[in-house]
């Protein structure tokens, strides 16, 4: 399954389905038409040659603001990013500017960020607040929003107790303990929680090339946020293992079984 933000990471005409990052529940809605501004380099093409100017040829930037569709939220997020005009996919008149023609617009920035890891609510806050690290630069700064994730997979490995330093050498003359590298504590991790681990390691990957190559692109940081999410829904989302032991009751019993069964057998 993709990402739901992988839409804004290209063109869009309307707005993408974006879940609301303060309440969850509700999903953001454009409260107006968004404010552009044509570019300079536009203008100045349409001042210079105004009989052969063509739309096509408008570009610029935009502002807006969302909002929450939930009355209880109406949370706002403001949002910026540049525009162009293109030819409609399947223009009505192709004599009509307003039906041939539309803007179409490319997000580069959003404040408060939309969520990119999905933090069941048990998960730490250190690595809460490096996935909304990665948020907050998704946007603008692509290899630096997969650090920030990989900065996450650090912070879980600690408070997974696994340990950040190598053990110190008592015969080294008091050298300070050298640190471990993300790679070997999750090669450790893995020992007692592969799958975790799996997904964990592969965040780290992307998160290696966000610091050496330029060319890392936004699909490639929700790609490693995905793997984050289902790496933090095997180790603080009991919601699976509860089902199981639902499951195994119920076949247990060749039919319904009693809720407080379940209540004690996972006390």
């Known amino acids: 399954m993709d990402h739901p933000l992988l839409p804004l990471t290209d063109w869009f005409f309307d707005l993408p389905y974006i879940v609301c990052p303060s ?25 210079e040659c105004p009989e052969g100017f063509e739309p ?5 930037v935009f502002t807006g603001v969302l909002t929450c569709s939930l009355s209880g939220c109406l949370e706002g997020v403001a949002v910026a990013g540049g525009f162009e005009v293109v030819d409609k996919p399947t223009p009505l008149n192709e004599w009509n ?7 179409r617009y490319r997000l580069r ?17 250190t690595v809460q607040d490096a996935a909304c690290a990665a ?27 696994i340990d950040k330093y190598r ?11 050298k640190p471990r590298t993300a790679h070997e504590r999750i090669t450790e991790f893995a020992q007692t929680k592969p799958d975790a681990a799996e997904m964990l390691l592969a965040v780290k990957w992307i998160g290696n090339s966000g610091s050496h190559e330029s060319g890392l692109s936004p699909q490639d940081v929700l790609e490693g946020a995905q793997m984050l999410s289902h ?9 699976e293992a509860d089902l199981k032991r639902r499951a195994a009751l119920v076949n247990e019993h060749r039919g319904p079984a009693p809720r407080d069964i379940a209540t004690s057998a996972k006390e």
């Open 56 to 60: 096509e040829w408008i570009t610029g």
């Open 23 to 47: 309440c969850s529940r509700g999903h953001l809605e454009k409260t107006g038409e968004f404010v552009t501004q044509r570019s300079a380099v536009s203008r100045q093409s349409e001042a």
């Open 135 to 161: 948020a907050v630069v998704m946007w603008t700064d692509s290899a630096g929003a997969a650090g920030r994730l990989r900065v996450a997979v650090e912070e879980l490995m600690t408070v997974q107790a």
């Open 109 to 125: 920035f959003a404040y408060p960020a939309p969520s990119i890891v999905a933090c069941p609510p048990l998960t730490p806050k």
């Open 231 to 239: 790496a933090l829904r095997l180790l603080y989302d009991p919601s």
């Open 167 to 177: 053990p110190v050498n008592t015969q080294g003359g008091g050298q300070p303990p």
């Open 97 to 103: 500017y307003q039906e041939r023609y539309a803007e």
